[in-house]
């Protein structure tokens, strides 16, 4: 039954990764890595479930968290294109003064 699970998840990471290459675009492939890093967190969580060892839990929740805190830089680098206090446009603002 797991080992159908798995598969399943292999199949979405192939389309997953399908939408990240060919996304129209940079949010769709912004979402698609994230999802991509979803579905490996679940990959992560089966195998450690299949082959009977719990420490794949704490793995796949650290992953789930950098996965998070990256796609939120991701989106805000692209946003403000800075990953600082300021964005890049009140930077040059204050840069012509």
Do not use: W
């Amino acid at each position: 039954m797991f080992v159908v699970a798995i598969i399943a998840v292999f199949i979405a990471i192939f389309f997953v990764l399908v939408r990240l290459f060919a996304g129209p675009t940079l949010y769709d492939r912004v979402i698609a890595l994230n999802l991509f890093g979803t579905l490996t967190v679940l990959l992560i969580g089966l195998i450690g479930f299949l082959t009977e060892r719990p420490d794949f839990l704490d793995i796949a929740l650290l992953y789930a968290l950098i996965n998070f805190i990256g796609t939120i830089a991701v989106l805000k680098f692209f946003r403000y294109r800075s990953i600082g206090d300021q964005p890049l446009a009140l930077r040059e603002e204050e840069a012509k003064k």
